[in-house]
């Protein structure tokens, strides 16, 4: 099985790899609709490494998706070893750097993206997520030569605070609660994760009116719903936002903007031109 770089990602469509990289963004209990035919239950995780940020990894199943042990640390004798992992330290939490493998990557008419999957079936080989290194702690993993994991390690370093901030990441739980840490439009900047409260309100050359409850700014593109709507909190500080979600109907749109009042946007991912909401 290969090990790649995220940014490799689309070069591996349809096979099943493994990959280490940074947890930035944990979001468990979705229930999205599939094919317009049935509800299923997911977890989001975004992780990154050295060669990409904010790398969807959608977990299928009912049951949030758990670190499991190296062969090593859990061969161990006795509860004392500090390097075994507990019922608590196995959910998965932003700032772990962890090696998925079994992860199969799947694109969606151009969103890329890996898929965790839990089977039922003995025989088939389900994803896992191996804990490598946690809060300045290195964790027993055999699988990963120390060449690769080190890299890694000085990156999270390096830019850990751009996407968790200084503390959030011994409060983010894989229920994905966490301090909110709310800020304002000008105070946005490049590779930031942030929870803003502003107005929303279409591009001023949007055609709004569209017969079906559509709305014109909305549209299908690369197999994700993409909405590019003006954010702001201010008469002097907006911004475009851009909202994805392969499973939105158009309707939540046309609701969103009809909406009149502020709204609190969660999680708000910053790039060089613009922001974009992963719902």
């Known amino acids: 099985m290969d090990t790649i770089a995220l940014g490799e990602a689309a070069a591996h469509v349809g096979r099943s790899v ?5 947890v930035q963004q944990v979001s468990t209990g979705k229930r999205v609709l599939v ?8 977890h989001v995780l975004h992780v990154g490494d050295a060669s990409r940020q904010f790398f969807k990894v959608m977990c299928w199943g009912e049951t949030p998706p758990t670190l499991i042990q190296s062969a090593s640390t ?3 004798d006795g509860d004392s070893d500090p390097m075994r992992l ?3 330290d196995a959910a998965i939490k932003v700032g772990d750097i962890v090696l998925f493998s079994f992860c199969r990557i799947k694109s969606y008419r151009g969103n890329v993206e890996a898929q965790f999957i839990l089977r039922n079936e003995e025989a088939a080989t389900s994803s896992t997520a191996q804990l490598l290194y946690r809060k300045d702690r290195y964790f027993s993993v055999q699988d990963v030569p120390l060449k690769d994991l080190y890299p890694m390690i000085e990156w999270y370093k390096q ?3 751009e996407f968790i901030g200084e503390e959030e990441g011994s409060l983010v739980a894989l229920t994905g609660l966490k301090k909110k840490n709310r800020s304002t439009i000008k105070d946005l900047r490049e590779n930031m994760v942030a929870s803003v409260v502003c107005k929303l309100r279409p591009p001023k050359d949007a055609a709004v009116g569209h017969s079906g409850g559509g709305t014109g700014f909305a549209s299908e593109m690369d197999g994700v719903l993409l909405c590019e709507l003006i954010m702001y909190d201010s008469a002097r500080d907006a911004m475009t936002v851009n909202l994805w979600d392969q499973h939105a109907e158009k309707r939540f749109i046309t609701r969103l903007v009809e909406h009149r009042g502020a709204v609190e946007i969660d999680g708000i991912v910053m790039t060089p031109s613009r922001s974009h909401w992963n719902k």
Do not use: E, M, N, T
Not at 18 to 22: G, K, L, M, N, Y
Not at 35 to 42: G, I, N, T, Y
């Open 35 to 42: 094919a317009r035919q049935r509800v299923q239950s997911c």
């Open 86 to 88: 507990s019922s608590a």
């Open 18 to 22: 493994r990959f280490i990289a940074a």
């Open 74 to 76: 859990a061969d161990s």
């Open 159 to 161: 830019h850990c605070r």
